[in-house]
């Protein structure tokens, strides 16, 4: 393995045996595999290539069973792969299951010994580094009660606290950090950066796609057992919700869409808005040629304009602006009660505001949807944000008795700039002072 990685892995899978009856499982042990077989195959995790350099941090994100435990099991070398190869460099330190390898009957403290000499600790250098754990884990007294009588919580902030201060090259977090309070999370995520930044590299599963966007520096997600992609963390994570809450491209059918008798218009088109065809986005200043697109196409939001304090396309919003966006939407197919929504991220990818006419229903608008229709929305926002690049997703949906059946997703495909913020942080809350001392 080339000396650059601390992890490498390549096709990796991981099949279990699968027996439908206990019996079974004995009788295969009476027979050769090749002559007959009690079991079926299941393949919890199949065709997965990772690299993870020092001081990187890996996100791994998929639905429930799609195998991620498996993947961190697997490279903390608590499964052994069916098939593929791995090889990992250094000291391995894995939050896995909550209170995995610790001892209930043992102490606190007790355990810290235990849990830093199965990570090849010696007594001096965990006497050395004792303090540290215990001001980090920041338990109290409980630190000399047995693991038993802790809380879910406790035994958490001891685990990471022994696994995060042993200055690991590797170090796993199986979801684990869910079950710590926010204070707690946000002291893990600043110790989990002082580690990155002195080259640790860390695998980070996580259900919050925020944690995600904001600690990794590229995620795999999972679907399946299968590698579905791997790239930019804000990427992954708009993927990982189609999975979530879309219907694979592929069945996105158009039998989710029944017929409406009438549709009618919303709002009058009065704008520089261009009918038709899909080429309004791209010709528009504040479009992002980078954005990401999908859906069924059975409606297309053809073309925007974006407005505040009576410019047109503006290059800069003065924070605190009211902007106009004018979403135009043409129905190619009869469309039911159609969904319109609207998301503002940071350009990191942190949602700032997300709503849809299911939240806010608008007069009209789901009444709309016939077959050849084009209508015309208009979204007023304030722009209360702090400095920076703002990235706008458009999307309109539909539901059928399932799911929600995506038509056109055009995530960050409109891009703000906001400027001159009187404050900072993300959002402004609105701030009043008044001198309160004089009677
Ligand atoms: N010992 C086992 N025998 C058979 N199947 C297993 C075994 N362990 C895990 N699986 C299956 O492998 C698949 C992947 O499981 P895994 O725990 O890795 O998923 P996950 O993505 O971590 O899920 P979650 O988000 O719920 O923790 C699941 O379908 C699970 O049922």
């Not at 996580?206 to 995600?212: E, L, V």
């Not at 859906?295 to 047109?312: C, H, P």
């Not at 319109?340 to 990191?348: Q, S």
Request: charged share 25%; with cysteine; net charge negative.
């Amino acid at each position: 393995m080339s000396g650059e990685y601390i992890v490498s892995a390549e096709a990796l899978g991981k099949c279990y045996r699968v027996y439908s009856k206990p019996v079974h499982r004995l009788l295969q042990g009476l027979v050769d595999v090749e002559s007959k077989r009690y079991f079926t195959e299941f393949w919890a995790l199949r065709g997965i290539d990772l690299q993870v350099r020092p001081g990187e941090t890996v996100g791994v994100v998929g639905r429930n069973g799609s195998g991620k435990s498996t993947l961190l099991q697997l490279l903390a070398g608590t499964l052994t792969p069916t098939e593929g190869r791995i090889d990992v460099q250094g000291r391995v330190a894995a939050l896995l299951e909550l209170g995995s390898g610790f001892n209930p009957e043992f102490s606190g403290r007790e355990n810290v010994y235990l849990n830093a000499a199965v990570l090849g600790l010696e007594r001096r250098e965990i006497d050395s580094k004792l303090d540290a754990i215990l001001a980090f884990a920041d338990i109290g007294a409980f630190i000399d009660q047995p693991i038993r009588n802790y809380s879910s919580g406790m035994v958490v902030r001891l685990a990471f606290a022994v696994q995060a201060q042993v200055d690991p090259q590797l170090l796993i977090v199986d979801e684990a950090l869910a079950v710590g309070d926010a204070k707690f999370q946000a002291k893990c995520f600043a110790r989990l950066k002082q580690l990155k930044d002195s080259g640790t590299a860390i695998l980070l599963v996580s259900h919050s796609a925020d944690q995600i966007v904001q600690h990794c520096d590229r995620a795999h997600l999972l679907d399946g057992g299968r590698q579905m992609l791997v790239g930019k963390p804000k990427d992954v994570v708009n993927h990982y919700y189609d999975v979530l809450f879309g219907v694979d491209k592929e069945e996105a059918e158009p039998s989710a869409v029944a017929e409406v008798a009438q549709s009618h218009e919303v709002s009058d088109a009065r704008s520089t808005l261009i009918p038709g065809d899909d080429a309004g986005f791209e010709a528009r200043a504040n479009y992002n040629p980078n954005e990401f697109r999908w859906g069924d196409k059975a409606a297309r939001i053809v073309d925007f304009e974006l407005s505040a304090a009576g410019r047109s396309y503006p290059t800069m919003v003065e924070s605190g602006t009211t902007a106009m966006l004018t979403l135009r939407v043409a129905f190619d197919r009869e469309v039911v009660r159609p969904i319109l929504g609207v998301t503002v991220k940071t350009a990191e990818g942190v949602v700032v505001y997300g709503s849809n006419t299911e939240y806010k229903p608008l007069p009209g608008w789901a009444q709309s949807g016939t077959r050849g229709s084009v209508v015309d929305v208009r979204i007023c926002f304030d722009l209360r944000l702090a400095d920076g690049d703002y990235f706008i997703s458009v999307g309109i949906a539909s539901r059928n008795e399932h799911s929600v059946v995506p038509h056109d997703r055009r995530y960050d495909s409109i891009h703000v700039k906001v400027g001159n913020a009187d404050f900072f942080g993300m959002a402004d809350l609105g701030l009043a002072m008044v001198d309160a001392s004089s009677p």
